[in-house]
């Protein structure tokens, strides 16, 4: 049997989260931190790319970070946003030798 989402239910923020949890299995969450890491990186790009990435992978490891900590994320996505990062700061660095 398919457990489909109740919307009924939803009176507060919490039951919203209640009703996401139960019925998605987290990709609900990880989707929505992603869509907004991508609107980020594509809204940033007339200011480079190289500064487009960082920021996007900035604001889906502060906004992962609080989603892991709720419950609602795994690690592994802040560990990815993290590396990014890192993988980042090392292209600006090694990358431009003038």
Known sequence: MVNTPN??????????LQVANDTTGGWFWVSMLSM??????????PFGFEAAVFAAAFAGLMLGM???????V???WVAMYAGV????ILWTMYGRRD
């Open 7 to 16: 919307w009924t239910n939803v009176t507060d923020a919490g039951s919203f």
């Open 36 to 45: 907004i890491s991508i609107v980020l990186l594509i809204s940033m790009l």
């Open 66 to 72: 609080i989603m892991s900590y709720m419950g609602l």
């Open 74 to 76: 795994g690690w592994t």
């Open 85 to 88: 990062i890192v993988v980042m």
